[in-house]
Structures are given as structure tokens and as C-alpha cells.
T-cell receptor, first 111, second 112 residues
Framework: KNEVEQSPQNLTAQEGEFITINCSYS?????LHWLQQHPGGGIVSLFM???GKKKHGRLIATINIQEKHSSLHITASHPRDSAVYIC?????????????FGKGTKLSVKP | NAGVTQTPKFRVLKTGQSMTLLCAQD?????MYWYRQDPGMGLRLIHY???????AKGEVPDGYNVSRLKKQNFLLGLESAAPSQTSVYFC???????????FGPGTRLTVT
């Protein structure tokens, strides 16, 4: 069983729709990261959170530590949001707090 | 301020050849990482370094070696390339965990 599971694997939306991507994990964590991988391959960090909720522009990330679950929401989606969104957790067990990555959710937003 | 850079961007090797991938960062980060990304799999950690002169094995270290002689550089070596090492390689750096990681643009390596 993967330690970090994302759903859905693929998601197609129409421009303007509200989008939710889910991440569930099975280990104790000190932090959870959401990253975005552009079609060209570059990876950027969107959020790092250990509790509650964070908002940046049209992106909102929430985490429920008790349920071991996080969601990434995109409001008023736009074709430029098309990318792979990756959830990663920093386990409290193991050396140096290295990240464990999900397989990613590929989002395509149609105009 | 270039952030994290990787060279080369693309490379084709024949089985048995060797090569070195270079990662450089100008953010004075202590931690540096090498990952590989394969279709249908999440990023997997190959090796990492917690400071100049130190390296450690990650999840998939076999067939790779690394060196961190200078704080700003982290080198990944393949001594005898195999087709199973065909992948996209990403370097990343960070301050101490759990701070966010900054990724390089990636190196696409094909081993034939």
C-alpha cells in the first residue's frame, strides 16, 4: 500500500469550475506539501502546512491531521491551471524528515 | 539569483557508459536532494546531503553515487548506465526540514 494516495489520478474540468484534489496518507507527519508540476516539467512548491488551512490567490489547501487527509481546491479554474499536482508528506519517522510523494493528479482545464 | 540549476538538460547514453549530473544552488541551502521521476510513480529519493561533505542514501540509491564537495553543488554519478536508469532526474534544495524544497528544471536521461 502506498503511504501517500491521491485522487483522482486524472481530472478534466471546464474553465470556471471549482476543483478539488484529495490526498490521504498513512504515516504520522510533521508537514504536508502541495506541489505543481508544469507541462514543461518544472516543479514548484505551492503550500506547506501542518494544520488548518492556507490560501494563496485561487488556491486553498486544507489538512485534517486526525483523519490523515488533505485537499487542494482551485476556485474559478483556468486553462493555465492545467498541470500535475503532487502531494508529499514529511514523515515523523525515519531519517532527516525526507518527503514521501504521491503519484500526482493530472488536471486539464478546458476553455 | 538563479535558484537551482541542473546540467545537462538532456542526455542519451549507451548501456555501460558513465556520466555526471551537476546540480547547483545559490540560496545557501544546507540540504540537497536527487530524485528520479518515472511514469506512473511518484518522485523517489536517490541520495541526499545535509551539508557540505556529507551524503546519505535515499529510497533507490543502487547504481548511483553522489558527492557534495562544495555547499552549493551536488553531483550525481552513474558509473555504468543501465536502461533501467532511463528517467527524469530532479535536484532540489532546502533549508532544514520541514522547509519547502526548491526544484531544478530536471534532466531527461535516456539509456539505450
Amino acid at each position: 500500500k502506498n503511504e501517500v494516495e491521491q485522487s483522482p489520478q486524472n481530472l478534466t474540468a471546464q474553465e470556471g469550475e471549482f476543483i478539488t484534489i484529495n490526498c490521504s496518507y498513512s504515516v504520522g507527519i510533521s508537514a504536508l506539501h502541495w506541489l505543481q508540476q508544469h507541462p514543461g516539467g518544472g516543479i514548484v512548491s505551492l503550500f506547506m502546512l501542518s494544520s488548518g488551512k492556507k490560501k494563496h490567490g485561487r488556491l486553498i489547501a486544507t489538512i485534517n491531521i486526525q483523519e490523515k487527509h488533505s485537499s487542494l481546491h482551485i476556485t474559478a479554474s483556468h486553462p493555465r491551471d492545467s498541470a500535475v499536482y503532487i502531494c508529499a508528506v514529511r514523515s515523523i519517522v525515519g531519517s532527516q524528515g525526507n518527503l514521501i510523494f504521491g503519484k500526482g493528479t493530472k488536471l486539464s482545464v478546458k476553455p | 539569483n538563479a535558484g537551482v540549476t541542473q546540467t545537462p538538460k538532456f542526455r542519451v547514453l549507451k548501456t555501460g557508459q558513465s556520466m555526471t549530473l551537476l546540480c547547483a544552488q545559490d540560496m545557501n541551502h544546507e540540504y540537497m536532494y536527487w530524485y528520479r521521476q518515472d511514469p506512473g510513480m511518484g518522485l523517489r529519493l536517490i541520495h541526499y546531503s545535509v551539508g557540505e561533505g556529507t551524503t546519505a542514501k535515499g529510497e533507490v540509491p543502487d547504481g548511483y553515487n553522489v558527492s557534495r564537495l562544495k555547499k552549493q553543488n551536488f553531483l550525481l554519478g552513474l558509473e555504468s548506465a543501465a536502461p533501467s536508469q532511463t528517467s527524469v532526474y530532479f535536484c532540489a534544495s532546502s533549508y532544514r526540514p520541514p522547509w519547502e524544497q526548491y526544484f531544478g528544471p530536471g534532466t531527461r536521461l535516456t539509456v539505450t
